[in-house]
T-cell receptor, first 114, second 110 residues
Framework: DAGVIQSPRHEVTEMGQEVTLRCKPI?????LFWYRQTMMRGLELLIY????????DSGMPEDRFSAKMPNASFSTLKIQPSEPRDSAVYFC????????????FGQGTRLTVV | GENVEQHPSTLSVQEGDSAVIKCTYS??????FPWYKQELGKGPQLIID?????GEKKDQRIAVTLNKTAKHFSLHITETQPEDSAVYFC?????????FGTGTSLTVIP
């Protein structure tokens, strides 16, 4: 397996624009996580899915953020409208979810909102 | 919810010396404790993990200890090498949800 695949790797956008980040989890993994990483706050869990169903979105900062998982092989994180304070590295991770096995991380998307 | 604290935030050691990173957690229901290494421009990668029914685990130069009573767990790297320089994250897991520490930036000085 190629691992967790995220796209794009880098995104630069203007304030107010819509941004969509994409993730393909490892095949067969039941859990998918979206994290945001900043110097100030470290790794923050935004939302996670189990079998394509959102389980906990309490980490989503505000209504401008939304996430979907239409099928087992694809998830998106959307920010609309984007703001400069959304600039961060966004990671997607997936896990088999059985007996607390590890989460496998993608390479991340570095988002810059100017 | 779970709260994971990690210390120190930065650590510099001479090549060949040992490095120790410590974490505490708050929720006694946490039962899985992975450690991740993150190199510049990459996603975190698992280096070692321990489950709550084990007190210590070792893999070559890396070892992890867990004290469930005190809710402490630690990462030990012996004979450090320059390629060990990276940011290390501890995490505690409950019901397949992961809570991360704030990270330790380790620099190994040749």
């Amino acid at each position: 397996d190629a691992g967790v695949i995220q796209s794009p790797r880098h995104e630069v956008t203007e304030m107010g624009q819509e941004v969509t980040l994409r993730c393909k989890p490892i095949s067969g993994h039941d859990y998918l996580f979206w994290y945001r990483q900043t110097m100030m706050r470290g790794l923050e869990l935004l939302i996670y899915f189990n079998n394509n169903v959102p389980i906990d979105d309490s980490g989503m900062p505000e209504d401008r953020f939304s996430a979907k998982m239409p099928n087992a092989s694809f998830s998106t994180l959307k920010i609309q409208p984007s703001e400069p304070r959304d600039s961060a590295v966004y990671f997607c991770a997936s896990s088999p979810g059985q007996f607390n096995t590890e989460a496998f991380f993608g390479q991340g998307t570095r988002l810059t909102v100017v | 919810g779970e709260n994971v604290e990690q210390h120190p935030s930065t650590l510099s050691v001479q090549e060949g010396d040992s490095a120790v990173i410590k974490c505490t957690y708050s929720d006694s229901a946490s039962n899985y404790f992975p450690w991740y290494k993150q190199e510049l421009g990459k996603g975190p990668q698992l280096i070692i993990d321990i489950r709550s029914n084990v007190g210590e685990k070792k893999d070559q130069r890396i070892a992890v200890t867990l004290n469930k009573t005190a809710k402490h767990f630690s990462l030990h790297i012996t004979e450090t090498q320059p390629e060990d320089s990276a940011v290390y994250f501890c995490a505690a897991s409950i019901m397949s949800q992961f809570y991360f520490g704030t990270g330790t930036s380790l620099t190994v000085i040749p």
